[in-house]
T-cell receptor, first 111, second 114 residues
Framework: EADIYQTPRYLVIGTGKKITLECSQT?????MYWYQQDPGMELHLIHY???????EKGDLSSESTVSRIRTEHFPLTLESARPSHTSQYLC??????????FGSGTQLSVL | GDSVTQMEGPVTLSEEAFLTINCTYT??????LFWYVQYPGEGLQLLLK?????DKGSNKGFEATYRKETTSFHLEKGSVQVSDSAVYFC?????????????FGKGTHLIIQP
């Protein structure tokens, strides 16, 4: 059973607010990822990490930032949210054999 | 570079119909192939996988065979149910593990009507 958790599930905020999307996993995986999913369902990798203190940008440029201070925790932060940031954000971790385990996602709406 | 092409949706079928979702890929090496499923309001979960040519992955009545000669990994199910309604993603990995080596298709939305 995959144990990867994202909070909140839904978030509606105003423009200019700072937000942090939380992601935690209890599987001890070193590799973690953030995807942005557009309304057409396509997935875009925006950040990934190979372990503590490792963070890399993904294929899609994003104004968000991430940190990896602990193995189990990989939060994503937007310093100043805008309507263009409205999207579904999915966190995932890898067992190192190409299988990804996904959280349930955070649906972000910026007004 | 690597790429995955899958049929565009939505695909709408009646319950108990036969399902095929086409997936073809382009890769430089010998990738592993995957199907992931996303149910409404959820993240993705692995449905099945195949790691070498002619392997067949299967799970929950779904099957897909790794066809190197046609670079395909089509998803099939003999009799679909309403509960199969979801978005299905084909993906490949060139190895080494991790999403930085994982390429997803754009997803196919499947709708099963009772």
């Amino acid at each position: 059973e995959a144990d990867i958790y994202q909070t909140p599930r839904y978030l509606v905020i105003g423009t200019g607010k700072k937000i942090t999307l939380e992601c935690s996993q209890t599987m001890g995986h070193d590799k973690m990822y953030w995807y942005q999913q557009d309304p057409g369902m396509e997935l875009h990798l925006i950040h990934y990490s190979y372990g503590v203190n490792s963070t890399e940008k993904g294929d899609l440029s994003s104004e968000s930032t991430v940190s990896r201070i602990r193995t189990e925790h990989f939060p994503l932060t937007l310093e100043s949210a805008r309507p263009s940031h409205t999207s579904q954000y999915l966190c995932a971790s890898s067992d190192g054999y190409s299988q990804l385990f996904f959280g349930s996602g955070t649906q972000l709406s910026v007004l | 570079g690597d790429s995955v092409t899958q049929m565009e949706g939505p695909v709408t079928l009646s319950e108990e119909a036969f399902l095929t979702i086409n997936c073809t890929y382009t890769a430089t090496g010998y990738p592993s192939l995957f199907w992931y499923v996303q149910y409404p309001g959820e993240g993705l979960q692995l449905l099945l996988k195949a790691t070498k040519a002619d392997d067949k992955g299967s799970n929950k009545g779904f099957e897909a065979t790794y066809r190197k000669e046609t670079t395909s990994f089509h998803l099939e199910k003999g009799s679909v149910q309403v509960s199969d309604s979801a978005v299905y993603f084909c993906a490949l990995s060139e190895g080494g593990g991790g999403a930085d080596g994982l390429t997803f298709g754009k997803g196919t939305h499947l709708i099963i009507q009772p």
